[in-house]
């Protein structure tokens, strides 16, 4: 059965940095896009980061320059470091897998961030 599962979220102070990582088991890792997603209390959850199969990156602006995406397929654990964390970035991540179809995708369990000025 596929999994992922989502670990090193935590609280923060503003300015500080966070690395969220998600193990993946079941499937075919090394095939599967990967992306990280975030979801605050009222908002709609929203793609942040997303790395290919082949490892070329992509950023959403409100991130870009801050986090970085990375994959390591011989672990199947892809990872989210975040630096310089404003408070606005206190969500719910959640980590996704998808193959290049895109008929189907896997979720993880979501882990909380929470940064604090």
């Known amino acids: 059965q596929a999994q992922l599962a989502e670990s090193g979220g935590g609280l923060v102070e503003a300015g500080g940095s966070l690395t969220l990582s998600c193990v993946a088991s079941?499937?075919?890792?090394?095939?599967?896009?990967l992306r990280w997603y975030r979801q605050a209390p009222g908002n709609e959850r929203d793609l942040l980061a997303h790395?290919?199969?082949?490892?070329?990156?992509t950023y959403a602006d409100s991130v870009n320059g801050r986090f970085t995406i990375s994959r390591d397929n011989e672990k199947s654990t892809f990872y989210l470091q975040m630096n310089s964390l404003k408070p606005e970035d206190t969500a719910v991540y959640y980590c996704h897998a998808q193959p290049l179809s895109r008929t189907y995708a896997y979720w993880g369990q979501g882990t909380q961030v929470t940064v604090s000025s």
């Open positions: 079941g499937f075919a890792f090394r095939d599967y896009a």
């Open positions: 790395i290919t199969p082949s490892g070329e990156t």
